[in-house]
C-alpha cells in the first residue's frame, strides 16, 4: 500500500492513534514528513500549469501530532518543550553547506520544512511542512507558517499563513513569487498571489475572502491580488450607521520593469 494511501485511511481513524502507535501508520507519517523535510515533496505544487495540494501531506503533518510525545528539545538559546524536532538537529557543517542556504542565529525551523538554496533566514521561524523557495529572503521576526509555500522577500515582521486543517476549505496554497511582503504584513487563510508585488506598511492581513479594492477603478478582488500591485490596508464604507469594514487597497500598480 502506498504511503498516501496508509496515510489517507489512518486519517479516517485517527481517534485511534496515540503515541503508542507503533506500526505501518507511524512509518509512513515519518516518510512524508522526511520527504517533505528534504524537499522531494511539496504540500502544493504546480502540475501542467494548475496548482495542486496534496491533502494527504497535511494530513500527515496533523497525524503526527497524534502520534509524537512532548519531550526535551535541546538548542539555542535554552531548551524547548515541544513534539517536533528542529529541522537541524544533529547537522554539521558539512550539511549546512550542502543545503547552501544561510541561517543566522535565532532562525527557527521546524523538522518537515523545506529550505531552498540561496534562502537567507534571518531571526524567524518556518513552521512545519512549509517550503521556502530558492534566493527567499525571510527577514527578521517573520513567520513561515505550516504548510505556506514561500519564494519571495519577506520583510521584518511579515507573516505568511496557510490552513493546516485538511479538507475541501483548506485546500488553498499560497505561494509567492517576485513580491516583496512589507513588515506587518500578513497573509493567511487561503489567499492566492503569484508573481505579484505586495507592499504593506501597517498591518496588512489578506485571507481568501479578504476584499481587495483598487483604489482608482472601484473595482473589488477577492482571494487573489493583480499583478504588480502594491497594497496597504484600508477599509470600505458598510451601511449606514455601521462601522466600516477593514479591507486591503491597491494603491498603485508598478511596471515589471520595478519588481
Known sequence: MSTARIIEGAWEARDTLNTQ????????????????????ARVAEKVSGAWVVHQWLKKAVLLSFRLNDMHLIEGH?????????????????????????RAVPGSIVR??????????????????GAY???NTMVDT???VGSCAQIRCELSSFGGVGHRRRAGARA?????????????????????????????????CV????????????????????????????GSMPSAPGKPSL??????????????
Open 246 to 259: 477593514s479591507c486591503a487597497v491597491i494603491v498603485k500598480r508598478v511596471g515589471r520593469a520595478h519588481t
Open 111 to 128: 523538522h518537515s520544512a523545506f529550505v531552498a538554496k540561496g534562502a537567507v533566514l534571518m531571526p524567524s521561524f518556518v513552521n512545519v
Open 21 to 40: 502507535t507503533m506500526d505501518a501508520v507511524r512509518e509512513a507519517v515519518d516518510e512524508a514528513l522526511s520527504d517533505l523535510d528534504a524537499g522531494r
Open 206 to 233: 489578506l485571507t481568501a475572502s479578504t476584499k481587495i479594492l483598487d483604489r482608482e477603478t472601484g473595482e473589488i478582488f477577492q482571494g487573489r491580488v493583480p499583478p504588480y500591485s502594491v497594497v496597504v490596508a
Open 171 to 203: 485546500s488553498r496554497a499560497h505561494y509567492h513569487r517576485r513580491q516583496l511582503l512589507h513588515r506587518r504584513a500578513q497573509r493567511s487563510g487561503g489567499g492566492r498571489h503569484r508573481r505579484r508585488r505586495l507592499g504593506a506598511f501597517d498591518w
Open 141 to 143: 521576526w517573520s513567520t
Open 77 to 101: 538559546p535554552g531548551n524547548w518543550w515541544d513534539k517536533v524536532e528542529s529541522k537541524f538537529a544533529d547537522w554539521n557543517e558539512e550539511q549546512f553547506r550542502a543545503a547552501g542556504f
Open 132 to 134: 521556502v523557495g530558492e
